[in-house]
């Protein structure tokens, strides 16, 4: 039998119906592998107790034949999701010591499903990167290394801002991790380690308990090495929830039905707009493959057009931190988290947050309320808003001809720690293929495809209607199949 | 349309962060450069475009005005940095 570690969430959960291992024995080769790849830095915190407690119990309950969907599965939850009694930091300095006196319901739902939580994932702080180098918990370090000359010394980002929870489960540490996706967070991350990661429809999941970074374009996501455990997991996360004004109240399918349809007759759109002159080789080559894959698996390509697709990014670069700004409002040393004195009431704010914020964070916090402030809103936050609605009209004219778009999800393979980080435009355009589709709300997941000539993982990102996952599995699950990708880093537990 | 030193310190005072004089200067630089590339959404005619806030609208809902939480004062104050008779307290405000 393959290592322990090696197995997906479905072969997990057959090997403990069938009693061919314990979710305690399960949860101890876990619990060894965190702790074997800790120089990855992907957790801030380690959970073994709960983890075992957790284990021993779902052992109990599968004894008494009322197992839950994802029974004895160990995860790792990312920092910004609140879990009531463990510390969360939002991997800020600012909440160093917060500990939650409450449950965010997506965890809550996981672990009524039953799963088995090895400790929180590092993240760039409240979610702000994509390169999961800010935070002073960090640098998270990716397990791969690639083949290029000098590769072995040098260290790669996982991508960002989910980089601990994309770490952990491409090391094979944790059999999936949450994430969230505000701009691409849980999916630049899975493409730059080698597996899945999705951000469902806006409203799928409940935001109740996740710390929040920018309010209209936060969604829960996750990470997995499957598309099937992505089926799964999601599944057993998503549902409306009168806690938070914005999740949807619609049933949740059963997505694990869609997995292994054949993708014959759907339509698959290619966004003409994405193809840009002076496009990296590998990501345009793989992007062709992924074409070529999902038309042998019977798909019909369809050339379509999303004409403000350039001005994505600058949309997103005034809404997320104009609602960054007025959510990160709260830390003001008073209620929660880091205090540092001042000789006045608003010097003490103003000590707090020099104090606990990075530089990443005081940045997009600066933007925000420039773009907000009296006689810039209609310029910026305004303006903003209405090429925002431009942006989901061309999503809602090219989903009328085709079922989902295939598009990349990254301009490069993952870079070097270091790297990108004197110009904060330059790091902000890592988002470009990324962002619209939170800007429309609609869902997306990240399917690995290939390596590039450097050795490291391309994956690519299917864009489907809201509220349509269903169909977005049948094409990731075709596309996977058809990729057949099983390269696994360099550096695994 | 790039800020000035001033404008740094204007907004650096209204998001209640101290920014010391000696990051002035880069800061202003960095934030010049980000408002400059987000000034190129001007190029788009949103003459006859309504702005969209958030894409659920089509689902918000109303619900009944009651209480459905409460009484939960030590998990509120659990995390505070300093408390006194079930209440945050804060550096003095008035003399």
């Known amino acids: 039998m393959s290592k322990l570690t090696d197995l997906s969430i479905t072969e997990a959960l057959a090997g403990l119906a ?36 957790q284990a021993k119990e779902s052992d109990a309950r599968r004894a008494q034949g009322s197992a839950g969907a994802l029974d004895g599965i160990p995860f790792a939850i990312k920092d910004l999701f609140c879990t009531k009694g463990v510390r969360t930091t939002a991997s800020s300095k600012i909440l160093e010591n917060f500990v939650p006196t409450y449950e965010s319901t997506v965890t809550q739902k996981l672990f009524d499903a039953g799963i088995v939580m090895l400790g929180k994932a590092c993240n760039d702080e409240f979610g702000f990167g994509t390169a999961n180098v800010n935070t002073p918990y960090g640098p998270v370090i990716s397990p791969w290394s690639g083949t290029d000359p000098g590769a072995a010394n040098r260290k790669l980002v996982p991508g960002g801002s989910s980089g601990g929870s994309a770490a952990i489960v491409a090391a094979r540490a944790a059999m999936a991790a949450t994430g969230t996706d505000t701009g691409g967070s849980s999916r630049q991350p899975a493409s730059f380690t080698g597996i899945v990661g999705m951000k469902p429809t806006y409203g799928r999941c409940s935001r109740w308990g996740i710390i929040a970074f920018a309010s209209s374009l936060d969604q829960a996501g996750l990470l997995t090495r499957s598309v099937a455990d992505m089926a799964l997991t999601l599944r057993e996360m998503s549902g409306f929830d009168p806690k938070d004004s914005t999740s949807a109240d619609k049933p949740v399918p059963d997505f694990t039905q869609a997995i292994g349809q054949s993708a014959k007759g759907l339509r698959i759109g290619i966004p003409k707009e994405y193809r840009v002159a002076g496009m990296n080789a590998d990501i345009d080559g793989t992007w062709r ?22 001005y994505a990014l600058p949309v997103y670069y005034i809404i997320a931190p104009a609602e960054a700004s007025s959510n990160l409002a709260r830390y003001d040393g008073v209620r929660y988290g880091l205090r540092v004195p001042g000789e ?58 085709c079922d989902a778009l295939l598009a990349p999800i990254a301009p490069s393979t993952a870079f070097a720690i270091g790297e990108k980080q004197d110009d904060p435009v330059q790091m902000y355009l890592e988002d470009i293929y990324t962002v619209s589709l939170n800007l429309a709300g609609l869902p997306g997941i990240a399917v690995p495809v290939g390596l590039g000539s450097d050795g490291l993982p391309i994956g690519l990102q299917l864009i489907g209607r809201a509220f349509d996952e269903s169909t977005l599995f049948r094409a990731a699950s075709a596309l996977e199949k058809e990729a057949s990708f099983t390269h696994k880093p360099p550096f695994t537990a | ?32 450069k980000i408002l400059d590339w987000i000034a190129q959404l001007n190029e788009v005619d949103t003459s006859k475009v309504e702005p969209l806030a958030n894409c659920n609208d089509e689902f918000l809902r109303w619900r009944e005005d009651k209480v459905t939480d409460g009484g939960k004062v030590d998990d509120i104050l659990a995390n505070a940095p300093a408390k006194t008779a079930g209440f945050f307290t804060v550096p003095k405000v008035i003399e």
């Open chain 1, 344 to 401: 006045s009431l608003s010097d003490m704010y103003a000590n707090t947050r020099a104090a606990g914020f990075t530089k990443e964070a005081r940045r997009r916090i600066l933007v925000g309320t420039y773009v907000l402030s009296a006689g810039y809103y209609d310029a910026y936050y305004l303006k903003a808003q209405k090429v925002r609605r431009l942006i989901r009209n061309d999503f809602d004219e090219a989903l009328k001809k």
């Open chain 1, 18 to 53: 069938a009693k061919k291992f314990s979710a305690v024995e399960l949860a101890a080769a876990h619990i060894t592998a965190v702790e074997k790849t800790r120089p990855l830095k992907a957790l801030v915190t380690e959970t073994p107790e709960i983890a075992r407690k």
């Open chain 1, 289 to 310: 493959k992924g074409e070529a894959m999902l038309k042998a698996a019977g798909a019909e390509i369809v050339e379509i057009s999303l004409p403000h697709t350039k």
């Open chain 2, 1 to 32: 349309m790039s800020i000035d030193a001033k404008t740094v310190a204007k907004i650096a005072h209204l998001a209640r962060i101290k920014v010391p004089e000696a990051e002035h200067q880069q800061l202003t630089g960095e934030l010049g």
